[in-house]
């Protein structure tokens, strides 16, 4: 293994410096893996940098795993800002990306390009994502021309679940090849990678092979340059039905449900604070 210890930990990039997406280019150069995971606090954030994960997402995502709404839709710019802060600001080395929330870009690339640069301005980020299709290409070209590095989120976008009638593999059969001309699209208008979601294998290795930028999958087979997923399902904070592209790496849901559980019966039981706790 090529990899170095940072006083930070390990990193696939094998640098101490702060990750660029210069450095994800040469990854992919060279064939190199790489993950990234979302975070929305400080804890996580140290954690994962720690951990040798090089790129943080300020997902929308906040919506269903931090504000406990049901979908990505209603979540604000106002809401996720403090988030991306936290995560900026608990971080020396990690590339920082903001997600943008539904209803803040969609409209023009100038509100796009107003939304993208309060992340930069307010919340530190290094880079922001966006969902969509073609009509995407000209927020994509305004924000790259401005200095905002853009990753474009295509195959499943959450935001726009209810035009595509719900949570369903996309990219199957002919619109496979619309996927892949959709990401050679995206890398000429200037986005800096591509973040592919439950599209089938074969199609996730398609689009890896036709763009020179780094596609980074969920759901979208072991073809892609890196892979994604949210924090709550790695670590198995999240309980219940799963999406098939998760795999849980702990049971932390187990794990925090005892700790409260014992700290609840000692105090009860009258054994919490003993005298090693108490002044
Ligand atoms: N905790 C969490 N994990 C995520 O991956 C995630 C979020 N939240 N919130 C925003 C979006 C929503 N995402 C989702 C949500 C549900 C499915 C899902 O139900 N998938 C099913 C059906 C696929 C099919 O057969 O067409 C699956 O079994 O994977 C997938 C992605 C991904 N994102
Ligand atoms: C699907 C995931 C990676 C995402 O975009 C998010 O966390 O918001």
């Known amino acids: 293994m090529d990899e170095q210890i940072s006083p930070y930990g390990k990193n696939p990039i094998g640098n101490t410096g702060k990750v660029r997406?210069?450095?994800?280019?040469?990854?992919?150069?060279?064939?190199?893996?790489?993950?990234?995971?979302?975070?929305?606090?400080?804890?996580?954030?140290?954690?994962?940098?720690?951990?040798?994960?090089?790129?943080?997402?300020?997902?929308?995502?906040?919506?269903?795993?931090?504000?406990?709404?049901?979908?990505?839709?209603?979540?604000?710019?106002?809401?996720?800002?403090?988030?991306?802060?936290?995560?900026?600001?608990?971080?020396?080395?990690?590339?920082?990306?903001?997600?943008?929330?539904?209803?803040?870009?969609?409209?023009?690339?100038?509100?796009?390009?107003?939304?993208?640069?309060?992340?930069?301005?307010?919340?530190?980020?290094?880079?922001?994502?966006?969902?969509?299709g073609r009509e995407m290409l000209p927020q994509v070209k305004k924000l790259a021309s401005s200095g905002i590095p853009v990753m474009a989120h295509i195959g499943f976008t959450p935001q726009a679940e209810h035009q595509l009638g719900g949570y369903r593999v996309q990219g199957k059969e002919d619109e496979g090849r619309q996927l892949v001309e959709l990401a050679k699209a995206f890398e000429t208008a200037g986005a800096f990678a591509l973040l592919i979601e439950m599209v089938p294998a074969a199609v996730g290795a398609a689009i890896t092979k036709a763009v020179n930028i780094p596609t980074v999958g969920i759901g979208a087979g072991n073809g892609c340059d890196a892979q994604v997923l949210v924090w709550q399902d790695m670590a198995g904070l999240r309980q219940g039905s799963l999406p098939r592209f998760v795999k849980q790496y702990a049971n932390m849901n187990a794990l925090l449900h005892k700790a409260a559980a014992d700290f609840a019966a000692e105090v009860e039981g009258g054994t919490f604070p003993g005298n090693e706790h108490s002044f």
């Open 21 to 132: 997406i210069r450095h994800l280019q040469e990854m992919k150069e060279r064939g190199k893996k790489w993950t990234m995971l979302t975070s929305y606090d400080m804890y996580t954030a140290t954690i994962f940098e720690e951990a040798g994960i090089p790129v943080l997402l300020v997902g929308d995502s906040a919506a269903n795993n931090v504000f406990g709404y049901d979908s990505s839709l209603p979540v604000t710019v106002d809401e996720l800002l403090p988030l991306v802060r936290a995560v900026t600001r608990s971080t020396k080395r990690s590339l920082v990306i903001a997600d943008l929330p539904f209803g803040s870009y969609q409209g023009s690339p100038e509100e796009c390009f107003h939304t993208a640069a309060r992340f930069m301005k307010e919340g530190g980020a290094h880079a922001v994502k966006l969902e969509g």
